[in-house]
């Protein structure tokens, strides 16, 4: 007597058009976690639909992990605010998304230590990052995390400036720099643009 057929014996060409049917991703990533072969299917069926990821209020982490473990290698933009951002997400990008070349964050006091150590895990793919920070973030680990972005070309930064900004000088391939501070109550320090970006040879804006 032959074994019944289950899910996992249909072809991916099947399993896209399920999962297609699914109402939402949610129901998708809950199938796609159930078995290795459904989530190769789950890729498949995405394509290059996470591209561009940016992370949902309220949506579990669990199951963006199985997303990002699945379809990480092809997503090159990450988009996350503070109110997104998760110590778990972070790490999950830094191990699943070898590809990601720009990133737009918005950070807190609460998640600058995981930052710090998301960017020093993208040292060698990352050559876009914009970053905003409230008034309450310590910015000089952050920015020295930045520093050892040696692939960088472009840099917005807007929030408190502080000493850790004169690390940027280690970005010698900067194209594009941009500086905006936002710190309440607090007196902006002096930078020395000229000592900052004097070995930025291929440096095109500045503001």
């Known amino acids: 007597m032959r074994n019944p057929r289950t899910i996992i014996d249909l072809p991916l060409e099947v399993l896209d058009i399920i999962f297609s ?7 998708k990533l809950r199938l796609a976690q159930l078995d290795d072969y459904l989530g190769k299917a789950f890729s498949y ?6 591209k561009k990821f940016s992370p949902k209020i309220h949506f579990p982490v ?3 992990r199985v997303l990002l473990a699945n379809c990480g290698t092809s997503i090159v933009e990450f988009t996350c605010g503070s109110d997104t951002w998760s110590d778990l997400l972070a790490k999950s990008i830094a191990k699943y998304c070898p590809n990601l070349e720009s990133v737009n964050i918005s950070a ?8 710090q150590f998301f960017l020093l895990n993208m040292t060698n ?7 905003k920070l409230n008034d309450s973030c310590q ?3 952050i920015l020295n995390a930045v520093a050892e972005l040696k692939q960088l070309k472009k840099f917005l930064y807007e929030g408190y400036i502080d000493r850790g900004v004169n690390q940027l ?23 020395n643009l ?3 970006c004097g070995n930025m040879t291929n440096l095109r804006c500045l503001t």
């Open 62 to 64: 669990r199951l963006y």
């Open 194 to 196: 000229l000592q900052i």
């Open 169 to 191: 000088s280690k970005l010698v391939d900067l194209e594009e720099l941009q500086l905006v501070y936002q710190g309440r109550g607090y007196r902006c320090r002096a930078v």
């Open 21 to 27: 049917n699914l109402r939402n991703l949610r129901d």
């Open 108 to 115: 807190t006091l609460r998640n600058s230590h995981s930052l």
């Open 139 to 141: 910015s000089p680990r």
């Open 45 to 50: 069926h995405s394509r290059s639909d996470y």
């Open 125 to 131: 793919s990352l050559i876009s990052v914009e970053l």
